[in-house]
C-alpha cells in the first residue's frame, strides 16, 4: 500500500489574530492532520498569541512587506511537505477539507491541481460581507483553455514539483500588491497553460467568514477590479485572442446588469461600477508600465 504524501499547509496572515486562530483550529481539528502548518505572519505588530501556538505542528514565520503572493512564496519555501495545501487566515474548514484535496491530486506524475468549495459563512455583525465565495456541488475537471478561473488560492492543494514547472505565484498581483487581486487566477492559467488539470472536489470545503464592514464593499470591488485588470493585461498576448474575450465577457455582462441592479440591487451595481474603473485603470497601467519592466 502506498504511503501518502507529506502535507504542509500554507496559511498568510495580516494583522487578523483571532480569525487566524480559528483558522488554525478548524485545520487541527480536520479528519486528516498536516505535517505541518506553516503561518507566514506580516502584520504590522507581532501577536504573542499567534507565537504560543508555534510548536512541531505549527510554523510561525513573521516576514515584513506586505503582499499575499509574497507570503505565500515565502511559505513554500519554508515548507517540507511533498504536497502544499493553501488556505487563508479568515476561514474555517471543514472536517474532510484536506483529505479530499489530497486524495484528488493523485500521484505526482499526473499534473493534477485540486480546488474546492468556498463558502459564504453568516454575517459576523449586520451588514458585513464575505468578499469571496464559490458555491457548486457538481464535480469537475478542467483542462486547457476554458472561459472562467476554476482555482481559488485559498482552497488547494498540488504537489511541490509543480511549480518547478509553472514558477511561484507572481507577487505583482494578489493582496497587498500593485494588483491586488487576481493571484490565483494567474497561477491557474498558468497550469493549464502547462498542461496541468484542474480537479474541483465539493467535498472540500472552507467557510469563508463575513466580518468585513459593508461600507468597505466598493473598495474591495475595486481592488478586485485591479486585480482582474492585471490579470488580463499580463495574458492579453495569449494566442486565439482568448483573453480579449473573456475581457470583452466579463465587462459586458456587469454594463448589461447595471441598469436593472441600479434599481433592485444598487450595492451591487456600486460594485460592478467600482469593479469595471478598478479593472480599466489596472489594465491601462499593467500596458503602460509592466511591459516596459
Not at 483550529?25 to 505572519?41: M, R
Not at 493523485?106 to 480546488?115: D, I, S
Not at 457538481?138 to 483542462?143: K, L, S, V
Amino acid at each position: 500500500m502506498t504511503e501518502p504524501p507529506s502535507v504542509s499547509v500554507v496559511v498568510c496572515t495580516r494583522d487578523r489574530p483571532l480569525l487566524l486562530l480559528d483558522t488554525i483550529a478548524s485545520i487541527l481539528e480536520g479528519d486528516t492532520k498536516p505535517a505541518e502548518i506553516v503561518v507566514v505572519d506580516q502584520s504590522r505588530a507581532r501577536d504573542p498569541k499567534i507565537e504560543e501556538h508555534a510548536n512541531q505542528s505549527v510554523v510561525y514565520i513573521s516576514c515584513p512587506g506586505r503582499g499575499l503572493t509574497q507570503a505565500r512564496n515565502i511559505g513554500l519555501a519554508r515548507a517540507r511537505g511533498r504536497v502544499i495545501a493553501f488556505s487563508d487566515d479568515d476561514v474555517r474548514v471543514d472536517p474532510k477539507w484536506l483529505g479530499s484535496l489530497v486524495a484528488a491530486i493523485g500521484a505526482e506524475e499526473e499534473r493534477l491541481v485540486a480546488a474546492g468549495q468556498v463558502i459564504p459563512a453568516p454575517p459576523e455583525r449586520p451588514g458585513a460581507f464575505t468578499s469571496s465565495y464559490y458555491i457548486d456541488d457538481t464535480p469537475a475537471t478542467y483542462t486547457g483553455r476554458i472561459e472562467r478561473d476554476p482555482l481559488g488560492g485559498g482552497n488547494m492543494a498540488m504537489y511541490r514539483s509543480g511549480f518547478d514547472v509553472v514558477g511561484l505565484f507572481d507577487e505583482r498581483l494578489g493582496a497587498g500588491g500593485r494588483y491586488p487581486a487576481a493571484d490565483d487566477n494567474d497561477f491557474g492559467l498558468r497550469l493549464l497553460e502547462a498542461g496541468f488539470s484542474i480537479v474541483y472536489v465539493p467535498e472540500a470545503i472552507v467557510y469563508h467568514r463575513a466580518w468585513r464592514s459593508r461600507w468597505r464593499y466598493p473598495v474591495v470591488r475595486w481592488r478586485y477590479g485591479r486585480g482582474k485588470g492585471g490579470f488580463y493585461g499580463k495574458h492579453l498576448g495569449l494566442s486565439e485572442r482568448h483573453i480579449q474575450r473573456r475581457l470583452a465577457r466579463d465587462v459586458g455582462r456587469r454594463l448589461r446588469h447595471l441598469p436593472q441592479n441600479a434599481l433592485r440591487n444598487p450595492r451591487q451595481a456600486v460594485g460592478d461600477l467600482a469593479y469595471i474603473g478598478g479593472l480599466a485603470s489596472a489594465l491601462a497601467q499593467w500596458l503602460v508600465t509592466e511591459r516596459r519592466r
